[in-house]
């Protein structure tokens, strides 16, 4: 039996036990519909700005990222559908909180009302820490042992509650009228789950799904390093940013370039190697691709602070901003959540071509947009973000249609 139909079969089994990660995922999926929408809208004109601005990052790190990387971190422990039975309702309804709390903190960015913003804040928080500590619990009922990519993931747990206590904090900080610490809080937030967050879980998320016989496989000390690298990356960037340590902020840009270096001699060669005729390779090797062109930016952002080019955050031009944030998130971001949902689904070669016109048009669209950015074209920025955009809505209906066929044959009978 193949490795992508013993994955289809663990995960309808599982589905057998616990709905949480289709709950989970297809939350996941109608945050990056709406912060892709909003990022589309405003394309040629700068990107979004103010609230939309607002409402735009945190349907990605608070909706989209956190949702997918809870549901990821579920299906590593609970992937062969055992020890989920005795929690499968209370991980059901934690699952709908976390997408609900998530939800209603975009809302609450929308009408713009601080107090909302904090109240939503913290019921994120509180939705996020009960969810992860129910986790813990499915993970010693199980016995689950510690591999790379659940050190990774639940690295990537820990950077994400660090970023909502920040988040919440500043908050409640704007409520207060205390607008420096306020400031200070939402931008170290901001730092928390940025970069960092996005490689610790889109490289635990990728080596999970593309090499399975991983997941049995012992910790090794370059994996070990990896995370740690990622780890101190996320530590490094939030203590420059609190204390205003540009030296420890641009820390960050090395560790993050050491630990994609470790995860591409370590994964890489597996990768590339067992073939890409299903979906999940499709978008794994996009997500890798996508780690490879990250890895060039920030060696660059490397050369050019040490050339002292860019020895203040005006100096770095604008098409370098946006390549780097949306090449993680768009590029890394999403092909690891398309690849971790077609693995966890199963139903691979459905929708292949689907699968392999979205992935090319989302790289294509990328380099569309950044290269208008860089040559001051408005048309060929607003051209490619449509691109981008259209890739993102054909991936969102494959990936919702591989989740909801194995709720429908997976559930409770």
């Known amino acids: 039996m193949g490795a992508k139909t013993e994955a289809g079969l663990r995960f309808r089994s599982a589905r057998q036990e616990t709905r949480a990660e289709p709950v ?58 055992s020890g989920a039975s005795d929690h499968a309702r209370a ?33 994120v928080l509180a939705a996020a820490a009960t969810y992860v500590a129910w986790l813990a ?3 010693q009922r199980t016995r689950t042992a510690w591999t790379v990519p659940r050190l990774g993931a639940a690295a990537a747990l820990a950077v994400l509650m660090t970023g909502f ?41 990728v080596e999970w799904a593309s090499v399975p016989e991983a997941a049995a496989g012992p910790m090794t000390t370059a994996g070990l390093v990896q995370v740690g690298a990622f780890v101190l990356a996320a530590a490094a960037t939030i203590a420059g940013v609190l204390s205003s340590n540009l030296a420890l902020t641009e820390a960050n840009t090395s560790l993050v370039l050491a630990g994609i270096a470790i995860f591409a001699v370590r ?42 080019r860019y020895a203040s955050a005006g100096l770095v031009p604008l098409w370098l901003v946006f390549a780097v944030d949306h090449v993680t998130f768009a590029g890394v971001g999403t092909a690891a959540l ?48 449509a691109v981008v ?3 993102i809505l054909i991936a969102v209906a494959v990936a919702a249609g591989r989740l909801c066929r194995c709720r429908r044959r997976g559930s409770p009978r």
């Open 24 to 81: 989970l995922l297809l939350g996941a999926l109608a945050m990056l519909l709406a912060t892709a929408g909003l990022g589309g809208v405003e394309a040629g004109s700068g990107g979004p700005a103010g609230r939309a601005l607002s409402v735009h990052a945190n349907a990605g790190s608070v909706g989209w990222m956190t949702l997918w990387i809870l549901a990821v971190a579920l299906g590593m422990i609970t992937g062969d559908g």
């Open 91 to 123: 991980g059901c309804w934690l699952a709908w909180a976390a997408v609900a709390a998530a939800a209603a903190n975009a809302c609450a960015d929308v009408a713009g009302s601080a107090s909302a913003s904090a109240a939503t804040a913290t019921a």
């Open 137 to 139: 619990r499915v993970s």
């Open 165 to 205: 206590l920040l988040a919440t904090a500043g908050a409640w900080a704007a409520v207060g009228r205390h607008a420096g610490a306020a400031a200070s809080l939402n931008a170290a937030q901001s730092a928390a789950i940025a970069v960092p967050l996005v490689m610790l879980a889109a490289t635990a998320a």
């Open 267 to 308: 994964v890489g060669p597996r990768l590339l190697s067992a073939g890409g005729a299903r979906g999940s390779r499709v978008w794994l090797t996009t997500s890798a691709l996508a780690l490879a062109v990250d890895a060039g930016l920030f060696l660059h952002v490397v050369f050019e602070v040490g050339a002292q």
């Open 338 to 385: 398309f690849g971790a949902i077609a693995t966890l689904a199963g139903h691979e070669d459905r929708w292949l071509m689907a699968d392999v016109v979205a992935a090319a048009g989302l790289v294509l669209g990328l380099a569309g947009v950044t290269l208008g950015l860089g040559s001051g074209s408005t048309a060929v920025e607003a051209s490619s973000a």
């Open 389 to 391: 955009g259209l890739s």
